[in-house]
């Protein structure tokens, strides 16, 4: 009887933590798709660069900066998907990490691994499965900038989300 009790308990507890965990998940999602969308490149540079390449399909320049502002960041009114999310506690606070995954403005799939601090949903870093932009206008500084991000955001992961 002993044993039937605590086996009743267990199933009980389980799934209430797990719905708790889950809300804290649902309630994450919208603030990592608005940092996201605040950080995007306009769509506006997007269609400005695949006008100028299907006027001329041969210069190397525009279609380069094309791929750079249409293949860098999240199109939000394409489907998406949250995966890996889980609840990492550092120093007494909790850490969300998870990725959010869709298409570019060309239809490319890509991910954004994201680290969140708890309670205020605040977006510490984002790191993007890749960042064509950065190396569009072939700017040394744009490029190192790029670089200090991964790392940044690689320490980071590994302090708060391992």
């Not at 525009?62 to 506690?89: A, E």
């Not at 984002?126 to 064509?132: F, G, N």
């Amino acid at each position: 009887m002993r044993i039937f009790l605590t086996a009743l308990i267990l199933f009980a507890i389980v799934p209430l933590s797990y719905g708790q965990e889950n809300l804290q998940y649902e309630n994450i999602k919208p603030y990592v798709i608005g940092f996201l969308e605040k950080v995007a490149s306009s769509s506006e540079s997007c269609s400005l660069f695949k006008d100028l390449v299907a006027k001329d399909i041969s210069n190397e320049r525009n279609k380069k900066m094309m791929l750079g502002f249409c293949d860098s960041d999240i199109d939000f009114s394409k489907p998406i998907s949250f995966s890996q999310i889980s609840t990492h506690r550092f120093e007494g606070a909790d850490y969300v990490c998870g990725i959010i995954s869709g298409r570019t403005k060309i239809n490319r799939k890509i991910g954004v691994r994201f680290i969140s601090s708890e309670r205020y949903h605040l977006i510490l870093n984002v790191k993007y499965s890749r960042r064509p932009i950065a190396y569009t206008i072939d700017d040394r500084f744009l490029v190192d900038e790029y670089r200090l991000q991964i790392r940044s955001f690689n320490e980071m992961n590994e302090k708060y989300c391992q």
